[in-house]
């Protein structure tokens, strides 16, 4: 057996794992997946939303909080982070009609300065972190306060959908949020939700303060903040059952910028909790092999890949050179139709065979809720094509990061 | 109280360890029981065609010593050319999708034995039967390097070609010249050959693929006597 065989065994064996471990988790929840707790007490929340040049949204944002349908919301602080267009001029004129609202107007400091200084002056029990970009259903606070009657709950987050796509690009993103929130539902029994992202979450304010909030040295705080969260044993889930909607990056370069950054983000925590791999909790056990396995095997996979393609590619250019100096076909149709199955063939339809249960059964539990209106054929786009940059941007963060050309 | 995660989160770990084990086992038990299956038709086809080629030994003896018709012994040994031939290429296949097991080189080795055999037995008979022709195609089967790899493809591909144009007068015999077979390095060595080749009734050698058409040329009007820069006279 040579050295490619056995590296596609290896890399065969974990997909076969994870894709069993995703439909065995599947399987457990599969009837309280839209599991919503009882409110057995009404807790004060303050909901925070950073805001830097949001003046185009900042408005639909802060309107869609004031109409939530839970009644115990303290105040709506919504931090101007030193915007230099009309946000501050917006925010004012909404002060008039919204009682609870609250301006802190500061000088440009970044994203997770912005939540800490809220935090600290935030007077409600739990935080709910909005973007300046999202649009909240009603019932996003009511569903998921519920779930802080259980004293380690550090956040609950629900799913992040994609309001009104533009174009393609868009469109594919919005089949990308609703994969994210289906999967990230499955992390939940194990303990592993990695991201509370930043469009919604709610955290326990003493949490909070006990982790020292946001890292305004981590360009991705959202994830940082979660497995402050994680490592200190904190829960964090999901609730399926509401949502929210946040937008879409519609022109390829924003997009590209917004992955980098995701990608960038991941390492950089990655080596801020390594200490714990292997320690403590699923945190230790879990989602840092998990992630590391993940840059591991992603690095490598790319070099296998690239070595591949240019092996065969060298392998052509003789092939092309002799056939032509002798005259003789490149490609014979006997070639074409010659089908000799392999062990790796089974592997392969095993592993299909797997993801096809695992979205069946998936679609028999979402599909009136999340899977509405979707395009079968951006659904296929999203798969051949969309999927396949992942591998370039990862490259292309790696190469910044190691640059250290680490920004928002 | 809100008890959203597992009681036992090891559980749903080792569950799917178990599920992964179990295909991942299957997998691996088919894949061998393939192979071996693979391995095993190989083999059977292996006894045919040494009984055969034992059959066509025993013709030749038969006709070199009894002084007889060549006609039937040619066609005899045409035959059985195409069929080891065609054994080739199956063992080729296989070769390329078998992941787990290397059996099947011992029976590619096996095969270079019994092609050798029979090439040597072609070359006996052609003292008696000079209507016999032989293409025998030498090459690298050990080799890794892609440019050799590619060649000897095109070779391959062009010895086919010139077997399908005169597959009823000309036994093609492929035969991988690194199999550590002392009777092929024999005959290698007395017909100079180092390198992949294509070799007409042991007289004439191709082994620059740019010479193609005027082997062809010479395997088509089975001259013996052109003397070019491009062939290689023994």
Not at chain 1, 14 to 19: D, E, F, H, Q, R
Not at chain 1, 228 to 233: M, Q, R, T
Not at chain 2, 78 to 95: H, M, P, Q, S, W
Not at chain 2, 99 to 113: F, G, N, V
Request: charge should be positive; proline fraction near 2%.
């Amino acid at each position: 057996m040579d050295t490619l065989t056995i590296i596609y065994f290896v890399y065969m064996f974990i997909a076969l794992y994870i894709t069993s471990l995703s439909l065995v988790l599947l399987f457990k929840i599969r009837k309280t997946y839209f599991f919503t707790p009882k409110i057995t007490k009404e807790y004060s929340v303050s909901v925070i939303i950073p805001a830097w040049n949001e003046e185009n949204c900042i408005q639909r944002t802060v309107n869609s909080v004031n109409k939530l349908d839970y009644k115990n919301i303290k105040e709506i602080i919504v931090v101007n982070d030193g915007s230099t267009d009309n946000t501050l001029k917006i925010l004012t004129a909404l002060k008039k009609d919204i009682p609870n609202l609250r301006i802190l107007n500061k000088k440009n400091s970044g994203k997770a300065d912005s939540l800490n200084q809220a935090i600290k002056i935030a007077k409600g029990e739990l935080i709910c972190i909005v973007d300046s970009e999202t649009v909240v259903r009603k019932n996003a606070l009511s569903k998921t306060v519920g779930y802080f009657d259980d004293q380690k709950m550090g956040a609950v987050t629900v799913p992040i959908l994609i309001r009104n796509p533009k174009n393609l690009l868009a469109r594919l993103q919005r089949i990308e949020y609703v994969g994210i929130a289906l999967t990230r539902k499955l992390l939940e029994p194990i303990d592993s939700i990695y991201v509370t992202p930043g469009p919604f979450a709610l955290y326990r304010k003493s949490v909070l303060e006990d982790i020292g909030g946001f890292d305004p040295e981590n360009i991705t705080e959202d994830i940082e903040l979660t497995w402050s969260l994680a490592s200190k044993g904190y829960k964090r889930m999901m609730n399926m059952e509401t949502g929210v909607t946040t937008i879409a990056p519609s022109s390829f370069k924003v997009w590209w910028k917004q992955r980098n950054r995701w990608t960038m983000g991941g390492i950089q925590t990655f080596l801020k909790y390594k200490k714990h791999f292997a320690k403590e909790n699923m945190f230790g056990y879990f989602i840092l092999p998990f992630f590391g396995l993940g840059f591991l095997l992603g690095l490598l996979g790319l070099f296998i890949f690239a070595y591949q393609i240019l092996r065969n590619l060298w392998s052509r250019y003789f092939l092309v050179k002799y056939s032509l100096i002798a005259n003789i076909p490149i490609i014979s149709t006997e070639s074409l139709f010659q089908i000799n199955p392999s062990v790796l063939n089974y592997f392969g339809i095993a592993l299909f065979v797997l993801m096809f249960f695992f979205n069946i059964i998936i679609i028999r539990i979402v599909q009136k809720k999340l899977l509405k209106g979707k395009n079968f054929k951006d659904f296929l786009l999203f798969i051949t094509g969309y999927l396949l940059l992942s591998p370039i941007i990862f490259i292309t963060a790696m190469f910044k990061f190691l640059r250290k050309d680490m920004k928002w | 109280m809100v008890k959203r995660i597992l009681k036992n989160p090891k559980s749903s770990f080792l569950e799917a360890l178990i599920i992964t084990v179990f295909i991942f086992g299957t997998g691996l038990l088919l894949g061998i029981f393939l192979e071996n299956s693979r391995t095993n038709t190989i083999a059977n086809t292996y006894i045919d065609s040494e009984i055969n080629l034992l059959d066509i030994q025993m013709l030749s003896d038969l006709i070199l010593s009894e002084n007889l018709s060549c006609e039937y012994a040619i066609s005899e040994n045409v035959d059985f050319g195409n069929r080891i031939y065609e054994d080739t290429l199956l063992i080729a296949k296989y070769e390329k999708s078998n992941q787990l097991k290397t059996d099947i080189l011992k029976e590619h080795k096996r095969y270079d034995l019994l092609r050798t055999l029979f090439w040597i037995n072609s070359i006996n008979l052609r003292e008696r039967c000079s209507d016999l022709h032989t293409l025998v195609y030498l090459y690298d089967f050990k080799t890794e390097s892609s440019e050799d790899k590619q060649q000897q493809t095109v070779f391959s591909k062009f010895a086919s070609e010139l077997h399908n144009d005169f597959g009823n007068t000309i036994v093609l015999i492929p035969i991988a010249m690194d199999m550590d077979l002392s009777s092929l390095d024999v005959l290698l060595e007395k017909y100079n050959i180092n390198e992949t080749t294509l070799l007409f009734d042991e007289t004439f050698k191709m082994n620059d693929i740019s010479d193609g058409d005027a082997f062809e040329d010479i395997v088509k009007r089975g001259l013996l006597d052109i003397g070019d820069e491009g062939i290689i006279l023994n």
